[in-house]
């Protein structure tokens, strides 16, 4: 397994980075979470649905959430403006992943309080670098 | 870099992807049910808003999975039907051009799921990043 990403900062912490990816599509919560750990190295945890990630975030406070846009009952955008208004889940940093990527609706999302936009398809191999860099994660 | 990986990496990650890219054949197949019975609706006058969004999603999610397993053509495909159905009015004739794109689709996704039969098939539908 490559920890290339995987540790966070810090001489002597050893501490894995924590994901929470959320997305109603089970199988892109399947290949996300491969990806993020097989391949970033980080330790990941799923929410199928915007409720649901909300409570987790807000009870694992992980280091950054992945988070799908359209998704049923609860959208991304919908709960990234509910992180940000929970003390809990402020400063996590969300970055989102969407099928929608025309430069109009880029710059509509890029108006939430996120970090970045990820585009789908994408490739497992590639994810967690483009995670990474959007994050500052060196 | 996550990029980099090892190749010990790289075939895990294959192996992964070849299971699930067969499991989302069956997934895709459903959504392209609904949007067809959506166009049909369409294309007979009597689409209620709710179908339309729903059919408007699935066609979102399929975009995204098709891509993501390497069905490029029908991940093009499935973006164009969720353009067709985010409109709104009277798409009578844009639904029998998208009832054909979903005749497509299912041929695409059909031909695309059995990558042995055409050699360099999966490493060639794999949409550029």
Excluded: C, Y
């Excluded at chain 1, 919560?29 to 993020?36: G, P, T």
């Amino acid at each position: 397994m490559s920890l290339a990403h995987g540790l966070v900062d810090g001489p002597g912490s050893g501490a894995v980075r924590r994901i929470l990816v959320i997305d109603d599509d089970e199988l892109i919560l399947e290949v996300a979470q491969m990806s993020l750990e097989l391949v970033g190295g980080w330790s990941v945890t799923t929410a199928a649905g915007g409720q649901e990630g909300l409570d987790r975030a807000a009870a694992d406070r992980p280091d950054a959430i992945v988070m799908d846009v359209m998704m049923p009952g609860m959208d991304g955008p919908t709960v990234a403006v509910a992180l940000r208004a929970n003390p809990a889940t402020a400063e996590i940093p969300v970055v989102l992943l969407t099928a929608k990527v025309q430069a109009a609706e880029r710059v509509a999302l890029a108006r939430l309080p996120v970090v970045g936009v990820l585009g789908k398809p994408f490739d497992p191999m590639l994810l967690p670098g483009e995670l990474a860099a959007l994050l500052g994660w060196s | 870099m996550a990029g980099g990986a090892g190749g010990a990496d790289e075939r895990a990650v294959a192996d992964v992807m070849a299971v699930l890219r067969a499991r989302s054949v069956a997934t895709n197949l459903n959504r392209i049910e609904v949007i067809a019975g959506a166009l049909e609706a369409m294309r007979d006058g009597v689409l209620d808003e709710k179908v339309r969004a729903q059919a408007r999603s699935a066609a979102h999610s399929l975009a995204g999975s098709a891509g993501t397993f390497g069905f490029r053509r029908a991940s093009e495909l499935a973006r164009g039907l969720e353009s067709l159905l985010s409109g709104g009015g009277d798409f009578t004739q844009g639904a029998q051009q998208g009832l054909e794109r979903v005749d497509e689709l299912r041929a695409a996704l059909a031909v695309s799921a059995f990558p042995a039969a055409e050699p360099g098939a999966a490493s060639a539908d794999r949409e550029p990043q």
